[in-house]
Every structure is written in structure tokens, then in C-alpha cells.
């Protein structure tokens, strides 16, 4: 039996996780009234996918479920590849979905592109009972509130034990900073 590539397995699970609970034409209401009961667990998938860019940054993907089960798949430029698990408790789970209620997550566009090649792109994606949301940020063009959203599903998944981050983060700003130098109208984050 052959394998499969990393980034098709990472397809799959994203996929099996996000991609039927999404109807179209569906209403997606805003507020903390989508705060569901995280006791089932199932109510609840949080994701975020970072991927590749002209450079060594980090690729992979965590999923946090509501009952405090950490997924995570990594592919490139990470401490540790494949697939791990972790848990956090599931009063943090509540906590990081206020979060993304508190900043209005389904209020926003789902794409931010920017006019750069070779970016890295995050993807953030959230699962409240049967609302959905993903949204697309293309070379840290979304706006602050998304991107320090970004950052905190890694803080609460606890990342950086498999992505080993602190490095991973140190050669992405070093190369962030020569394209601000190189390109300095494009980089203005």
C-alpha cells in the first residue's frame, strides 16, 4: 500500500472535520447567543492551517474540539511531523470561542488577500453547532483583531511543543523583515 502525501491526508482531515457542516445559503447570526454547550464536544471545531510561503515557514494544521481534544498535523518546518494530540480543558475552549465572538469573527470578509507572491496563508475556521465560518488571511493581510486571534489558537493549543515555534517564528520575522526591506510599500504590517 502506497502512501499518500502529507498535504492530501491534511485535505482529508480538514475536510472530514469543516467541509459537509457548512450548508449554502445558511444564516449565520452573530453574538454570543452561538455559544453552545461545549460538554458534547461535537458543537464545538475550532481550526487553523498555516501554510508554506517562499521561505521556512512552519506548515500544519490544529483543530480543537469542544471537549478539550487538540489535533495536530504537521508537515514542514516544524519540530515534530505527522499527527499529535493534546488536551486542554473544556472551560478554555468556551473561553476561546467568546473570543472569536467578542472580535465578530462571522461579521468578517472570508478572504484578505495581499498583493505579495510567496506569503504564507492562515487559514482560521470555526464550528458552532451548525454555523460556520473560514476565513483566508494571504500574507498577514487581515486585520489586527484576526491576526491576534491567529495567535491565540496557538497559545491555547499549546503549538509550539510540536511546532518548536520560538525558532520557527524567529526565521520568519528575520525573513519578514529583509521583504520590508527589499519591498517596503508591500509590508506594512
Known amino acids: 500500500m502506497s502512501k499518500l502525501p502529507i498535504h492530501v491526508v491534511t485535505a482529508m482531515i480538514v475536510y472530514a472535520l469543516f467541509g459537509g457542516s457548512c450548508a449554502s445559503g445558511q444564516s449565520q447570526r452573530t453574538g454570543h447567543d452561538l455559544l453552545p454547550d461545549t460538554a458534547s464536544g461535537d458543537s464545538v471545531v475550532i481550526g487553523l492551517e498555516r501554510t508554506d510561503c517562499n521561505g521556512t515557514c512552519p506548515v500544519y494544521t490544529i483543530v480543537i474540539h469542544g471537549s478539550g481534544l487538540v489535533e495536530y498535523f504537521g508537515e514542514m518546518f516544524v519540530k515534530v511531523k505527522g499527527y499529535q494530540t493534546g488536551e486542554i480543558p473544556p472551560d478554555t475552549v468556551t473561553k476561546l470561542v467568546r473570543e472569536f465572538l467578542d472580535i ?17 496563508t492562515t487559514f482560521t475556521s470555526i464550528k458552532l453547532g451548525n454555523n460556520y465560518k473560514k476565513i483566508r488571511d494571504y500574507g498577514h493581510a487581515a486585520p489586527e483583531a484576526l491576526r491576534k486571534l491567529e495567535q491565540r489558537i496557538d497559545e491555547v493549543a499549546n503549538t509550539e511543543q510540536w511546532t518548536g515555534a520560538a525558532e520557527s517564528e524567529r526565521r520568519y520575522h528575520h525573513w519578514l523583515d529583509s521583504m520590508r526591506i527589499a519591498r517596503p510599500d508591500k509590508f506594512k504590517h
Do not use: H, I, Q, R
Not at 465578530?104 to 504564507?120: K, L, Q, V
Open 104 to 120: 465578530n469573527y462571522f461579521a468578517y470578509s472570508d478572504d484578505f488577500p495581499d498583493g505579495m507572491t510567496d506569503m504564507p
